[in-house]
């Protein structure tokens, strides 16, 4: 009934800047929070940021990426800049929806490959 399609990963040198996108289509009466995660290799998957009512951000982020979203387009969007080689990982979107049939239900995207490597 949902899914949440991303898009934006890819390469890119230290210092450098990606922009992520997750869209969610399908029927869809509301989305509640939308956040984004990641998942390094070896390791466990992790919040990066989220945003409902407010945003929040992992301490190792901050100042670095912005989570934003478009109502009207279903969309999330994290803006990653000054990228590290520790933001190594599959980046995952995730939203809180209500469907038309009145369930709400917790949805992934299936993942976008970000690398940062000079």
């Known amino acids: 009934q949902v899914r949440l399609v991303e898009s934006g990963g890819g390469l890119v040198q230290p210092g450098g800047s990606l922009r992520l996108s997750c869209a969610a289509f399908?029927?869809?009466?509301?989305?509640?929070?939308m956040a984004w995660y990641r998942q390094a290799p070896g390791k466990e998957r992790e919040l990066v940021a989220a945003i409902g009512g407010s945003t929040n951000y992992a301490e190792s982020v901050k100042g670095r990426f912005t989570i934003s979203r478009d109502n009207a387009k279903n969309t999330v969007y994290l803006q990653m800049n000054s990228l590290k080689p520790e933001d190594t990982a599959v980046y995952y979107c995730?939203?809180?929806?209500?469907?038309?049939?009145?369930?709400?239900?917790?949805?992934w995207g299936q993942g976008t490959q970000v690398t940062v490597s000079s």
């Open positions: 995730n939203a809180h929806i209500l469907t038309t049939n009145q369930a709400m239900g917790n949805y």
């Open positions: 399908g029927r869809i009466f509301s989305i509640n929070v």
